[in-house]
């Protein structure tokens, strides 16, 4: 059983940055297409950024051009840059397989506060 474990998340102003990074207890080599969700106060989980094996990308249109995926050469791991953030861009985010239909175990999540 893959377990996910997302860290990085923390406070920081409007136009800051944050990495996130997304580590597993196996190999999640096989599980891609990964990405990164968040879960902003009283909303439902939405995807915003997926990476495939092949290093393609994609990316909700309120974050795209200011985060970007990415991994490692490995495959293990699974980062998210994120720029210029907003007060929107608040809530716990984890990564998970991008296809909903193979989540695996949800990580505890890592929370992103950007205060304005």
């Known amino acids: 059983q893959v377990q996910l474990v997302e860290s990085g998340g923390g406070l920081v102003q409007a136009g800051g940055s944050l990495t996130l990074s997304c580590s597993a207890s196996?190999?999640?080599?096989?599980?891609?297409?990964m990405g990164w969700y968040r879960q902003a106060p009283g909303k439902q989980r939405e995807l915003v950024a997926t990476c495939t094996r092949g290093g393609i990308t994609n990316y909700a249109g309120s974050v795209k051009g200011r985060f970007t995926i990415a991994t490692n050469n490995a495959k293990t791991t699974v980062y998210l840059q994120m720029n210029s953030l907003k007060p929107e861009d608040t809530g716990v985010y984890y990564c998970?397989?991008?296809?909903?239909?193979?989540?695996?175990?949800w990580g505890q999540g890592t929370q992103v506060t950007v205060s304005s």
């Open positions: 998970n397989n991008a296809n909903k239909g193979s989540l695996l175990t």
């Open positions: 196996g190999n999640i080599f096989s599980f891609y297409p």
